[in-house]
């Protein structure tokens, strides 16, 4: 069982930034495919942005230029850095740990607004 926590979540005024990040408790995190996902009111989930094993990313078109993830293998975090945040990037934002087994995390509100 992996157990996800996310944090850095908050309030941003649109054009702002913010970095959240998600620490893993495993052993083997370095083999984990790791991602963030989002869920707004009344939408269903969506794919964010993701990260392999071997470093390998991969961005929703929303957020391609703006959104940045990156991993530090030695810290067990995922981190997710988020430039020029726009009012429709409101969102629980959450981690999720693929490696055969998909675990995820709490989830983190960020809220864009003036």
């Known amino acids: 069982q992996v157990q996800l926590v996310e944090s850095g979540g908050g309030l941003v005024q649109p054009g702002g930034s913010l970095r959240v990040s998600c620490v893993a408790s495993t052993n083997n995190f370095s083999r984990y495919t790791m991602g963030w996902y989002r869920q707004a009111p009344g939408k269903e989930r969506e794919l964010v942005a993701t990260i392999s094993s071997g470093g390998r990313t991969n961005y929703a078109d929303s957020v391609k230029g703006r959104f940045t993830i990156s991993r530090d293998n030695a810290k067990n975090t995922v981190y997710l850095q988020m430039n020029s945040l726009k009012p429709e990037d409101t969102a629980v934002y959450y981690c999720?740990?693929?490696?055969?087994?998909?675990?995820w995390g709490q989830g983190t509100q960020v809220t864009v607004s003036s």
């Open positions: 999720n740990a693929n490696f055969y087994r998909s675990y």
